[in-house]
């Protein structure tokens, strides 16, 4: 699942593919935002995220929807 960290008086957002599930994310994400804490992820290739959670801007995850490659007229 790909998940978009904004990061306030950052100009561009945190991207990173994950394989933890959306309830996951979001509960790792209420914990630390609750509890005053850093929000960690770990990627797809093992690598651990940390971002403070009084920095967050916003959060966005999706679904696990496969890339799209080549052209075509939907």
Do not use: H, W
Not at 42 to 66: C, H, N, Q, S, W
């Amino acid at each position: 699942m790909e998940v978009k960290i904004g990061i306030q008086s950052a100009p561009r957002e945190l991207v990173l593919d994950t394989n933890e599930g959306a309830a996951e994310v979001e509960r790792a994400l209420r914990d630390a935002v609750e509890n005053g804490g850093v929000f960690a992820l770990t990627d797809d290739k093992g690598g651990k995220i940390l971002v403070p959670a009084d920095k967050i801007a916003y959060v966005e995850f999706g679904g696990t929807e496969p890339r799209r490659v080549g052209f075509s007229n939907l």
